[in-house]
């Protein structure tokens, strides 16, 4: 409609008119551009905004597993420097070095919670999340699975191999019964048991003590078993710092209140 005007005015030579016409529709043409465009932003917004929420879930479920795995190792460190003091010393307690002999070979494991990370990176949309985020660090802790890599290298250790070949099925049932990990009802470790009750004979402790102090590696094996364990809990808790890095940077991204801002 436009358009025709601005032809008859020409035709018409009414420059003014056609000017003025001509103008319009550059404006309308303009405000139509300028409108996509913010309507864009918007919607790009919404969907960072959307990604953000998303992976500060994973973060924090990621967080607090991380914790609870760090600590864990801590724990099983604290086991193998004991194991190495009780093993030093002919007359400890049996029952004190059969139990830390068991837990300074215990493994825990917990899987990164990646979808929403890898459907960020997959979209190619990284760019929408807030610059803090990305510059924590995050995509260092995305780059590899810590828990995994170090879960693979505990688990084979000679040492664990060792102790577990030497305690006796009975004694081993009594272990996992009385003195070792805590579980939820999924099966996840959450920790180690406060208290210690073995069920079993005091004979097969004092044997099974006897035995270990007897075997010509396992001190060896035990001094490797502390550099594995001690770069686990290390590790892994330099995953902590991480997502606590991501976690604070991703505090401001969050969906505003309703009746708030867009």
Same mark, same amino acid.
């Given at each position: 409609?436009?358009l025709?005007?601005?032809i008859?005015?020409?035709?018409?030579?009414?420059?003014?008119?056609?000017?003025l016409?001509?103008?319009i529709v550059v404006?309308?043409?303009?405000?139509?551009?300028?409108a996509s465009?913010?309507n864009?932003?918007?919607?790009?917004?919404?969907?960072?905004?959307?990604?953000?929420?998303?992976?500060?879930?994973?973060?924090?479920?990621d967080?607090a597993?991380?914790r609870?795995l760090?600590a864990?190792?801590?724990?099983v460190l $604290?086991?193998?420097?004991? #194991?190495g003091?009780? +093993?030093?010393?002919?007359?400890?307690?049996?029952? /004190? !070095?059969?139990v830390n002999?068991?837990r300074?070979?215990?493994?825990?494991?917990?899987?990164?919670s990646?979808?929403a990370?890898?459907?960020?990176v997959?979209?190619?949309?990284?760019?929408?999340?807030?610059?803090?985020a990305?510059?924590?660090g995050?995509?260092d802790y995305?780059?590899?699975?810590?828990?995994?890599?170090t879960?693979?290298v505990?688990?084979?250790s000679?040492?664990?191999r060792?102790?577990?070949t030497i305690?006796?099925?009975?004694?081993q049932k009594?272990?996992r019964?009385?003195?070792?990990d805590i579980r939820d009802d999924?099966?996840?470790?959450?920790g180690f048991?406060?208290?210690?009750?073995?069920?079993v004979?005091? $004979?097969?402790?004092a044997t #099974?003590?006897?035995a +270990?102090?007897?075997?010509p590696m396992?001190?060896a /094996? !035990?001094?490797?078993?502390?550099?594995?364990?001690?770069s686990?809990?290390?590790n892994?808790?330099?995953d902590?710092?991480?997502?606590?890095?991501a976690?604070?940077?991703?505090?401001g991204?969050?969906s505003?209140?309703v009746?708030?801002?867009?």
């Amino acid at each position: 409609m436009i358009l025709r005007r601005v032809i008859g005015c020409v035709k018409a030579q009414n420059w003014t008119a056609a000017a003025l016409d001509f103008v319009i529709v550059v404006l309308g043409v303009f405000l139509g551009i300028q409108a996509s465009n913010w309507n864009a932003a918007q919607a790009e917004k919404r969907l960072g905004r959307a990604y953000a929420e998303r992976l500060t879930a994973s973060l924090e479920s990621d967080f607090a597993s991380r914790r609870a795995l760090a600590a864990y190792y801590g724990a099983v460190l $604290e086991s193998v420097e004991q #194991t190495g003091r009780l +093993l030093a010393d002919p007359a400890s307690d049996p029952q /004190e !070095l059969v139990v830390n002999a068991y837990r300074a070979s215990e493994v825990n494991f917990a899987p990164q919670s990646r979808a929403a990370w890898d459907e960020i990176v997959s979209s190619g949309d990284i760019g929408l999340l807030p610059r803090a985020a990305i510059d924590s660090g995050i995509a260092d802790y995305f780059a590899g699975d810590t828990a995994r890599l170090t879960y693979d290298v505990v688990i084979a250790s000679a040492y664990r191999r060792r102790v577990r070949t030497i305690l006796p099925l009975e004694l081993q049932k009594a272990l996992r019964a009385g003195c070792s990990d805590i579980r939820d009802d999924a099966q996840a470790i959450t920790g180690f048991m406060p208290d210690c009750t073995l069920a079993v004979d005091a $004979e097969l402790i004092a044997t #099974t003590a006897s035995a +270990l102090r007897a075997d010509p590696m396992l001190a060896a /094996e !035990l001094r490797y078993q502390y550099s594995d364990v001690f770069s686990a809990n290390a590790n892994i808790s330099g995953d902590v710092v991480l997502l606590e890095r991501a976690l604070a940077a991703l505090g401001g991204a969050r969906s505003p209140a309703v009746g708030g801002d867009p």
